[in-house]
């Protein structure tokens, strides 16, 4: 989203520089607690070293994250618009 969006934030007249550095800041607030690269590798030893490995593996998604994957999309899109205006955009 940042990179596409670079021009805009960059512009000091863009009407939509507010919102987008609002939303930049939560989503870097948001992904705050992944897991490093560290922890990722583990999970991989572990998974390469189990007689029955998981078809999938979860490493690197924060709780809120995974939370807000379960919502609905209605009610994900409310609560990030409530963010965003709490945040001042």
């Known amino acids: 989203m940042t ?3 670079r021009a805009t934030l960059e512009d ?3 009407p939509y ?4 550095e609002k939303n930049e800041a939560l989503t870097v607030q948001l992904r705050g607690g992944e897991a490093a690269p560290e922890a990722v590798s583990r999970i991989v030893l572990k998974a390469l070293a189990a007689r029955r490995p998981k078809a ?4 690197a ?3 809120t994250a995974r939370l807000l994957c379960r919502l ?3 009610l994900r ?3 990030w618009a409530g963010a965003l205006a709490r945040a001042g955009a």
């Open 12 to 14: 000091p007249w863009s």
């Open 17 to 20: 520089r507010d919102l987008n």
């Open 3 to 5: 990179a596409r969006s």
């Open 56 to 59: 999938r593996c979860t490493a």
């Open 72 to 74: 609905s999309p209605g």
């Open 77 to 79: 899109d409310r609560l």
């Open 61 to 63: 998604i924060p709780l």
